[in-house]
């Protein structure tokens, strides 16, 4: 089979980068929006952010759709969960359900998770399930293709006790760092904060993301790079 054949053929897949943050009241989400076929881009504004309640919200990376059909059932289960006890769910009992699904299907899922929300029984969490269904609460969580370019600058830029906007800038920075070093991380970058007063969606396009060392300055076209650029005679 003719190599680019396969690659439009490929599973869709969302070499990622996502990151979880908790802060001083609340957590923000942030995400990368590029989804890959092989070596193509099949969407490159992709929302990996999804809702599982009000106040609880599912980062996904890997396969596209293994994600997708988890938060689909996680969703139902909450709904269910709701009706029965006439509340909302917590984050915890929300990651949970998140990993009994991952873990029970360990074997066929290709995905790793980011679960965070806010409640008022214990604030705003992040709960981490990579592959095969483990379950972790950390102050911070950071998945997919692009977290192996950020373990080191996160152990250096996060702090506890940080504000809301120094949540949310320390996610923007580090999303777009990732995106500057891993192929499989682009597009633009959202974030989703969630605390007391609600949820909050921003989206921050490419060209408005902070630059980093060898990068390129946004352009519309191969045209705008060669026209930018003074052509010098040859010298002999």
Known sequence: MDTSMADL?????MGTTIIGVTYDG???????SRTSTGMYVANRASDKITQLTDNVYLCRSGSAADSQVVADYVR????QHTISLGQPATVKVAANIVRQISYNNKNMLQTGMIVGGWDKYEGGKIYGVPLGGTIIEQPFAIGGSG?????????????????????EKLV?????????????????????IINSEGVTRNFYPGD?????????EPQNSLLDILSSSSSQPMVT
């Open 147 to 167: 977290s192996s370019y950020l373990y080191g600058f996160f152990d250096q830029a996060w702090k506890e006790g940080m504000t809301k906007d120094e949540a």
């Open 26 to 32: 609340g957590v923000v989400l942030g995400a990368d």
């Open 76 to 79: 139902y289960h909450l709904h």
């Open 9 to 13: 053929n490929a599973p869709h897949s």
């Open 208 to 216: 408005s993301l902070p630059l980093w060392h060898e990068e390129l």
């Open 172 to 192: 923007v920075k580090a999303v777009s760092l990732a995106i500057a070093r891993d192929g499989a991380s682009g597009g633009v970058v959202r974030t989703v």
